[in-house]
């Protein structure tokens, strides 16, 4: 058994300033900056969100511009599996930490690890 949910959606920006694309969607969704450099190498940006919702990430990104969402997990190999029995098919594994996935329909997502002390609300449990 393990758990996972919808988690953050990301705001992947081919741009040279994450800053100024993070001002405007500050701006644009009403949600103040956490940080515009969350991991320490300028590609990622977070705004403010509440327990109960998604986060909302900007990543600086080489492809064209998108958005994409991320699956948080207990066990991201269960995980991975299990989505790849639905039909997403493994994409690569990233810096350790995460799944990129593509959904039968093309789109690309992540499952990453639990992103939050607990999980919250809208878990969903597999067996």
């Not at 991991?39 to 990430?57: F, H, S, V």
């Not at 098919?89 to 002390?117: K, L, N, T, Y």
Request: proline share 2%; net charge negative; aromatic share 8%.
């Amino acid at each position: 058994m393990h758990h996972s949910r919808l988690c953050t959606i990301v705001i992947d920006c081919r741009a040279d300033d994450l800053a100024e694309a993070a001002t405007f969607w500050s701006r644009a969704l009403g949600k103040s900056l956490v940080t515009l450099d969350q991991d320490g190498d300028g590609r990622y940006a977070e705004l403010a969100t509440a327990d109960d919702e998604p986060i909302i990430l900007l990543q600086r990104v080489e492809h064209e511009s998108r958005v994409h969402l991320d699956i948080e997990t207990d066990d991201l190999e269960a995980e991975a599996k299990r989505l790849e029995a639905l039909g997403a098919r493994r994409i690569a594994f990233v810096r350790e930490r995460w799944w990129v996935m593509e959904a039968p329909s093309g789109h690309r997502f992540c499952v990453v690890r639990r992103q939050r002390d607990t999980f919250g609300p809208h878990l969903n449990r597999w067996e």
